[in-house]
């Protein structure tokens, strides 16, 4: 099975762990260079994969964990249509992949899709400041919610306001980045406006645990 037949069957309820700095194939994100060397477009495209694949780990796990945070009927909704959000990053880490084997010899896609991520600053060292920033702030989120369970109940609200304090940056660098990425891939959009819901759920929860403090 190849890597990108690997990635388009990949069941969008699947909950994968951690991934702080990781990306395709066990890549690091942030702490290396990775993708740098040679042609600078292909380095563009394994990294802007790298990041998708990242949200990917960890706008699942706030969904599809049972953490304690969202309220049951929104956290059912919200699972119901990850697959098709999770389908769309998958789709378009799969098109980033195939099009840095391809720049060598780069096609006019190739060349559109170049232009369209430099418009939206996702090419080059406002891309890497972009992939420090976002690994910056879900590396603690990833952290939190791979706590023990036992330790999560220990923690109660403590745990609650932890999660939504981080979550508030994560969301924002998610956003900056889907938001980018809208006239690339038109699927953003609805992996953007699922991320808004649950976002604003996660603010709830937030103002909930306050109250009850």
Do not use: C
Request: a positive charge.
């Amino acid at each position: 099975m190849t890597e990108e037949t690997r990635l388009r069957d990949r069941p969008g309820g699947v909950i994968k762990r951690g991934g702080r700095g990781t990306g395709w194939g066990g890549r690091l994100g942030a702490h290396g260079d990775d993708g740098d060397e040679g042609d600078p477009l292909i380095g563009d495209f394994e990294r802007l994969a790298r990041m998708l694949d990242r949200i990917d780990t960890t706008l699942g796990n706030l969904i599809n964990r049972d953490l304690g945070v969202l309220d049951p009927r929104l956290r059912a909704q919200f699972a119901a249509n990850w697959p098709q959000a999770a389908y769309n990053l998958t789709q378009a880490i799969v098109r980033l992949r195939t099009e840095a084997i391809r720049a060598p010899l780069p096609s006019s896609k190739s060349r559109t899709l170049r232009r369209q991520l430099e418009r939206a600053g996702l090419t080059g060292s406002m891309l890497r400041m972009k992939e420090t920033s976002l690994n910056f702030y879900l590396d603690p989120i990833d952290r939190i919610v791979d706590q023990p369970l036992t330790g999560k109940e220990s923690l109660g609200q403590r745990f609650v306001k932890k999660l939504v304090t981080w979550t508030k940056p994560g969301f924002k660098a998610i956003n900056s980045i889907l938001g980018s990425l809208l006239k690339a891939f038109p699927g953003m959009e609805v992996v953007k406006e699922l991320k808004e819901h649950v976002e604003a759920s996660y603010e709830v929860a937030g103002a909930l645990a306050e109250e009850r403090e």
